[in-house]
Structures are given as structure tokens and as C-alpha cells.
């Protein structure tokens, strides 16, 4: 079975510049997850999705940070403009909610640097 | 708001000596989950606890989840250098939220 799914594995941009990431859940999935993993904050809950709805994006750190997740099968990550305190590594995960909570499966993880 | 505090941040520890991690919620969670990742990896689930007071059991690895369901553990016996990488406790109150992790470093 494939997994989550991110793309780019690796981005590397000027400041400024928009960056999209981009996160292809596990079919039958229906909650979206996004974390970005630091050294020094660890790993934040950025926003989740449950049937595609944003549920929680009180993670989000700013304005310059939008998610969106058209269907079941895709979601992005943006941010725009990009700054050099966003580089980090962020995660996507999926899970299947439902009456029991469910382990979240993460995706490979997007390695940003704004230079 | 929940708040998820885990310790300590590092171990070393020489090949076959224990280690362990501790959790610790400022509230009352409906259950834990534990995830592991390793270097230059993301995470991957472990198991997870429901139960006041269980304890289940991994080979060489114990978790257990307290009885006022406010901590955790996880235990290894006799390390190995394929233990190495973050261990993340996870508590679910509301959302999941994920302790700071503890970097687990094995000497051969």
C-alpha cells in the first residue's frame, strides 16, 4: 500500500519567494495533518483537516501561512512570502478518524531552506 | 492549554544498558501514543494506550500509561544500535500533541 505521499523531499529558495508543498494522503483516509519539525520547537501541529474541513489551524504561525485541502486525496501547504525562520522540516500525516483514535501515518517530510 | 512535557531531552547510553523516556500531560488524556523516528527519517507509530494502568510490551520495549492517565513511559532492555532515533510520546486530550521528544543515542 502506498503511504502519505509529500512533494518536494527538498526545497531550497530565496526569501520571498512563494513555496507550495504538497501532501497526497493514504486513500480511504480522511483526517490531514500538517506538522513542521524544528530543533528547537520540536514538532508543531501546524493545521488538521477532517473530511477535507480545516478543523484546527490555530498552529499556524502567521498569515504568511495558508493551507488548503481541495479533496480527499490532496492538500498544500503555502507560504508566501517565505523567510528565512521557516526553514524546517514539514510533515504531512493522515489517519482514518473515527469512534476509536487512530495511529497517524506521517509522509517522508518536505526539508525547506530559505536562504 | 494541554501541554505535553517529556524527558530528558537526550540519552547516551552504551549498547546493552536500559533506557527510559518519560511523559507528562497537564491534563487527563483519552490515551497515549507513542512514535519513534529515526535520524533523518519522520515518525512511525509504536503503539498506543487507552487503559488506566496498562502495560504492553514490544519485545525488548514497555510502555505503560499511568493510573491517573496524566503519564507515560517507554522502556527499553539492553539497548541495541538499531534503537537509536527520537522517541515521541503523543497524548490525545482533544487533538494529538506531541511531547518534545527524547534524542536516544547508542555506543556499540
Known amino acids: 500500500d502506498a503511504g502519505v505521499i509529500q512533494s518536494p523531499r527538498h526545497e531550497v529558495t530565496e526569501m520571498g519567494q512563494e513555496v507550495t508543498l504538497r501532501c497526497k494522503p493514504i486513500?480511504?483516509?480522511?483526517?490531514l495533518f500538517w506538522y513542521r519539525q524544528t530543533m528547537m520547537r520540536g514538532l508543531e501541529l501546524l493545521i488538521y483537516?477532517?473530511?477535507?474541513?480545516?478543523?484546527?489551524d490555530s498552529g499556524m504561525p502567521e498569515d504568511r501561512f495558508s493551507a488548503k485541502m481541495p479533496n480527499a486525496s490532496f492538500s498544500t501547504l503555502k507560504i508566501q512570502p517565505s523567510e528565512p525562520r521557516d526553514s524546517a522540516v514539514y510533515f504531512c500525516a493522515s489517519n482514518r478518524q473515527g469512534a476509536s483514535n487512530q495511529p497517524q501515518h506521517f509522509g517522508d517530510g518536505t526539508r525547506l531552506s530559505i536562504l | 492549554g494541554q501541554q505535553v512535557m517529556q524527558i530528558p531531552q537526550y540519552q547516551h547510553v552504551q549498547e546493552g544498558e536500559d533506557f527510559t523516556t518519560y511523559c507528562n500531560s497537564s491534563?487527563?488524556?483519552?490515551?497515549i501514543q507513542w512514535y519513534k523516528q529515526r535520524p533523518g527519517g519522520h515518525p512511525v507509530f509504536l503503539i498506543q494506550?487507552?487503559?488506566?494502568?496498562e502495560v504492553k510490551k514490544q519485545k525488548r520495549l514497555t510502555f505503560q500509561f499511568g493510573e491517573a492517565k496524566k503519564n507515560s513511559s517507554l522502556h527499553i532492555t539492553a539497548t541495541q544500535t538499531t534503537d537509536v532515533g527520537t522517541y515521541f510520546c503523543a497524548g490525545q486530550g482533544g487533538k494529538l500533541i506531541f511531547g518534545q521528544g527524547t534524542e536516544l543515542s547508542v555506543k556499540p
Open positions: 491534563t487527563t488524556l483519552s490515551n
Open positions: 483537516f477532517n473530511n477535507n474541513v480545516p478543523i484546527d
Open positions: 486513500s480511504g483516509h480522511n483526517s
Open positions: 494506550l487507552v487503559k488506566s494502568g
